[in-house]
Nanobody, 124 residues
Framework: QSQLVESGGGLVQPGGSLRLSCAAT????????IGWFRQAPGKEREGVAC????????HYVDSVKGRFTISRDNAKNTVYLQINSLKPEDTAVYYC?????????????????WGQGTQVTVSS
């Protein structure tokens, strides 16, 4: 059974940092581009960052540029999202998703596998 599992979320104060992980089982992540998405209560799911299968190409939406860093370790079959300078508006459930082809438009239909999400809450 192929699945993605996110971890690393939690409660953090504004200005703090977290590193989210997306680990795959039954799925060779080095064949897939990975996108990180988030969904806040009452809002639509939005893409925030993506990375090509090799890791050579990355993309960030404007709202997270300079604060989020996506990376991958294909040997560990894991993709990471480093989140710095957290803001209350970053509060959301964060999901990773795998797609066979790299796109930076964050169209959800392009992604074949999704994790269950990890909650990030930014609050003082």
């Amino acid at each position: 059974q192929s699945q993605l599992v996110e971890s690393g979320g939690g409660l953090v104060q504004p200005g703090g940092s977290l590193r989210l992980s997306c680990a795959a089982t039954g799925l060779a992540l080095d064949y897939y581009a990975i996108g990180w998405f988030r969904q806040a209560p009452g809002k639509e799911r939005e893409g925030v960052a993506c990375i090509s299968s090799s890791g050579g190409t990355t993309h960030y939406v404007d709202s997270v540029k300079g604060r989020f860093t996506i990376s991958r370790d294909n040997a560990k079959n894991t993709v990471y999202l480093q989140i710095n300078s957290l803001k209350p508006e970053d509060t959301a459930v964060y999901y990773c998703a795998a797609a066979e082809v790299y796109y930076s438009d964050y169209e959800v239909h392009r992604y074949d596998y999704w994790g269950q999400g990890t909650q990030v809450t930014v609050s003082s």
